[in-house]
C-alpha cells in the first residue's frame, strides 16, 4: 500500500465524519412497525385465552381460580414478539408497544399478570366457541397451567395431583 | 449492591466471549452488529476476545442443548473469577419456541448462573447495548413486573333502574361496552 492509497482512505473518513450513534446518552426510538414488548390492557380483557392457545411460545399461561376469577399470566422469556396474540385478541385488548429496552438483572421482572372476573354462562356454565370439534373438546372448561414452576399443562392429559405432568428434564453435566 | 460490585470488579473494560450453544445465528448478528463502527460498544471498552480464559463476560445465545450443556459449562468454568453472564435473546432467557423438544433442555440458566437477561427474538442492537449499559450501570432497568386486578366486571350487568327516557328514545345509560 502506498502513501498515497493510505492518505486517500484518510479524506474518505474525515468527510464521512462521526457515525457512531451516541445510543444510552441519546433516545433512539424504533421505527413505526417495529413489534416490542406485547402490553396487556386488563380493562378490556375478556378473558377468553384466546392469546393463550395461539402463543407459539407457550409464555402465556391461564388459571382458573374458581368460577369468576381467572388469571392470566405473560411471562414474556421466550417471547418473539410475533403479535400473534394481538391478532387473535378479540377484544384488541394486546397492543404490540415499541419497547424494546427490556434488559434487566431478574428474569420476572418482564411479566405481567392479570386478574379477571368472569361471567358464568347460564346453561353450561363456561364455553368458549372454537373451531373444530376437536379443539373444543380440548379447550373446553376449565384451564390449570401450572403459575408457581410457570409452565403450560395441555388439558387433554388428566391432571393428577401424585404425579407431576411434566417433569424436569435431568441435565447430565461430567 | 451488584452494581456497585460491577463497577468496582470490571472497571472500564470488559471482556466479552461470545458464546453460541445451538441458536439460529440471529442474536450472533446482532452482537456482531453492536460491535460494528456504527453502534461501536468499544467506546465501553467492551473487547471480542476468542477464549473463556481472557473473557470477564460471557454472552449466550441459543438454549442449552442435550449436546452442549457440557461445553457451555465447561466454557464458564474457564473463565476466571469475578464473571458475568449475558442471557441474550430469548433462547437463552427461556429455552426458546422448540422448549419442549427433545434436544433442547431450557434456557442457559439450568446449566450456568446468569446475571442479565436480554429478551427478544432477536434483540435489537440497541437492546443489548442498554442491556450493557445497565449492567455497566450507566442507566437504570426500565421493566418492572406488572399486575391488573380488575375491580368490577368489564361487561356492565343489565340494570333496568339506568332506563333513561330522552325525548322519544329510551336509552341505557350504561352501554358502553353492550
Known sequence: MSIASKLKEAMVGLKAGRVT?????????APANFRGRPIFDAQKCIGCAGCANNCPAREILVFDVCQEIRILKYLGRRCTYCGRCADVCPEKAITMSHDFETATNK???IQQRLDLFMSTCQRCGRCFKETSPLEQLKLKGY???DLANERWIFRSRAYLETEPVV???KIELD | MLKNLCQKMFGRSLWVYHANSGG????DIEVLNVLTPYYDVERFGIKLVGSPRHADVMLCQGPAMRATARALRAAYDAMPAPKLVFAIGGCACGGGIWH????VLGPVEKVI???FYIPGCPPRPEAIIYGVAVAVGLVDKKVAPVEFKQLDLPIPRYHPADLRGRGEMVVYEKAEKI
Not at chain 1, 450513534?21 to 426510538?29: E, G, I, N, S
Not at chain 2, 419442549?100 to 434436544?103: N, R
Request: net charge negative.
Open chain 2, 100 to 103: 419442549d423438544s427433545y434436544p
Open chain 1, 107 to 109: 428474569i420476572g421482572d
Open chain 2, 24 to 27: 439460529c445465528n440471529g442474536c
Open chain 2, 113 to 115: 448462573p446468569v446475571n
Open chain 1, 167 to 169: 417433569d424436569d428434564i
Open chain 1, 21 to 29: 450513534l451516541d445510543y444510552p446518552a441519546q433516545p433512539r426510538p
Open chain 1, 143 to 145: 384451564r390449570f397451567d
